[in-house]
């Protein structure tokens, strides 16, 4: 079985400040949104629930961009993606 | 160890924690806790000491805070925390309660969770939500929330809980089924001729007397009730009262007959003290006739209230009295509630009041 491509995640201060000690640049395995959800909780456990809800799909006020587009879980990542997860101005 | 008390806060901006020593007069102030989120209820888990705070960021979602040393350091938590997959998202948790071992969180949209772990892990307890009433449910100002919980203190199978705007509802059986519990408690925001529904009032606070089950007090929407068959029947008790509209009450940690309450001027009149003057009302007879105690609380150009939350009593002898106004100002009683004081000012809108004495 192939592995999924690697990507590079961008967290927002707003959930690092949340996970003391997790850094802000990752560089992980993950074809979709979702993958990449679940590869973060994986190294630090809880942050799904922190980004999606129960429905599921990514919080209201969670913004996700492959690269200038904005992202649901659904979307898929392409091979070397930058993804940024963002706190949305309208969550403040 | 010489005894001290706490004050547990929960903000608009996080949680923070008062301190002193019996005597109450100097109080050291530490916070915002949580990261600032919006917490709706802190409360002590007395088996554990934990310190458990109910929130909700709009980023983040919903979690309880837990800390483990008096509020130096926080962890987060809400695994398990969803009513499932297509379902509505759970907002905030804002209320907490233990039973035994268990410790319960109520949460918007209103629902009731468990947690066997100190609030690590939650499991929904649905037979609330399968309530039949459940579908006519509606949301108060505050949003749908189940913000009252009230276990039984020897029963672990009996739970009262109540919610904005569905009613009392109680529990015999740990959860699994429930029965409403507001016979006689009024909805003036309901047509003539139906405003004593079996359930869809707006009860603001629902408290229990000392040492005593059986006997519950509710704050409502439309009106001051008291019951002496746990909230099978509930009878007025709000002669003599400057309104009929507040949100807190707050029992007495011996009396069963002693409440305070924090009035205000209507529901739709503003919702702040009455003439700018602002009063905790007291009964010592279970409501038959009220004091209003004002020494010390603004008697001028007092625009405030005291949110559902946001009034708590200790344990000590005298008993102290506390509320927390939603303009960011904390009242202490040490006296019953004779004579108040200014303790913290310029905090962020205060949502709950909780105390903890440590010997």
Known sequence: MTQPPEVRVTLPAALLALFPGCPAQHRLRADTVEGVVYALDAAWPGMRARLCDGRPALRQHI????????????????????????TAISGG | MATQVYILLGTRKGAFVLESDRDRTDWSLRGPFCDAWPINHVITDPRTGAIHAAGGNAWFGPAVWTSRDLGAT?????????????????????????????????????GLFASNDGGKGWEHVAGLRAH???????????????????????????????????????????????????TGTRCDFLPEGQRYPEFGQCVHCLVMAAGRPDLLYQQNHCGMY???????????????????????????????????????????????????????????????????????????????????????????EPAGVYAGTNTGSLYASADEGETWTEIAQHLPPIHSVETLVRA
Do not use: C
């Open chain 2, 226 to 316: 008291r019951s002496a068959d746990g909230g099978r029947n509930w009878q007025s008790v709000e002669d003599g009262l400057p309104s009929s509209f507040g949100f807190p009450a707050a029992v007495h940690p011996r009396d069963p007959s002693t409440l305070y309450l924090f009035p205000l001027n209507g529901a739709i009149e503003g919702r702040y003290v009455p003439e700018g003057k602002a009063a905790v009302w007291r009964t010592r007879d279970g409501g038959e006739s009220w004091q209003a105690m004002r020494q010390g609380l603004p008697q001028r150009d007092a625009y405030f209230g005291v949110l559902r939350q946001a009034m708590a009593t200790d344990t000590l």
């Open chain 2, 132 to 182: 039949p009433s459940r579908e006519k449910w509606t949301p108060g100002a505050g949003g749908l929330i189940l913000h009252s919980l009230v276990p039984h203190p020897t029963d672990e199978n009996q739970i009262w809980v109540a919610i904005s705007a569905a009613g009392v509802f109680h529990t015999a059986d740990g959860g699994a089924t429930w029965a409403p519990r507001n």
């Open chain 1, 63 to 86: 913004a996700v961009y492959v690269g200038e587009e904005r992202a649901t879980l659904d979307t898929t990542v392409p091979p070397g993606a930058d993804l940024s997860i963002m």
């Open chain 2, 74 to 110: 926080w962890t987060h938590a809400s695994e398990g925390m969803t009513y499932g997959e297509g379902e509505e998202p759970i907002v905030a948790a804002w209320s907490l309660a233990t039973s035994g071992d268990r410790l319960y969180a109520g949460v918007q949209p209103a």
